[in-house]
């Protein structure tokens, strides 16, 4: 669904413990007029959708890391005013839960499962939406490892492969690259490709990251071209301050 989204995220980590995170997701996809047979206006439909989510990720050895993603997704449709439809609500939940394993320090191999849970019934039972599920599977590796002796310049390169758990045969490709000069002052590069049969996963994305000390920015941009708008992609900006 098209609309203006807006996400919040906290993170609290620990060394030796894990991290503990709670974000929060907006999508606004616009409001709708009503109005009567005259053409009177009579009120106004919000559309909105909530994601709420709490996650925890801890160090398992030396070289093994899982994760998991607690989820509480909500649609809703308000009415302000008097509308045909008084509104609606539909609410249900979800789980990630991802390993991730570095056999070497230049070497980071992850897989995941994603969306679990049940449909989202708006209406009844029959019209349930299944929830997206999907299986990820990933590798990156360092390509400066054996170039550079310091760590002050790094260059990974990832490959995943995503597809649906429950209508597996459609899988995706992302290929993904980032060069980044620097430590606690950095300067990254970022460019990747989308091999997808769905139009608005297929192609390119570029991007840009500065960290200066404990303020981190990134910016990205998809080339892909969208199938609901026929536009690309807008420009995605994240902004973070470690405390």
Sequence with gaps: M????????????RR??????????????????????????????????????VSG????????????NLKLIRFQLACRGI?????????????????QGTPTDALRLGAMVAHLGPSLQVLN?????????????????????GFAETDELRGWVAVEVEDRLRNFGSPSLYV????????SEALSLRAGWVFSDLNQEDGGRVGLGLLYERFDLSI????????????????????????
């Design 16 to 53: 030796g413990v894990g991290a503990l995170g709670a974000s929060y997701f907006l999508l606004d996809a616009g409001q709708i007029d009503q109005t009567d047979e005259f053409g009177n206006y009579t009120g106004t439909i919000t559309i909105r959708n909530h994601l709420g989510i």
């Design 176 to 183: 993904g690259s980032e060069l980044t000069a620097g430590g």
């Design 83 to 99: 509308c045909a439809d008084e509104g609606t609500m539909a609410t249900t939940y979800a789980i990630d839960v991802g390993i």
């Design 57 to 68: 990720a801890t160090r398992i050895g030396s070289r093994l890391s899982a994760g998991v």
């Design 125 to 145: 039972a029959e019209q349930a939406d299944p929830l997206p599920a999907r299986l990820r599977v990933a590798a990156a590796y360092n390509v400066m490892a």
């Design 220 to 243: 990205a941009k998809s080339l892909a071209v969208s199938s609901l708008t026929g536009e690309t992609e807008p420009v995605y900006v994240t902004f973070s301050i470690g405390f």
């Design 2 to 13: 098209a609309g203006t989204a807006t996400a919040v995220t906290a993170l609290w980590a």
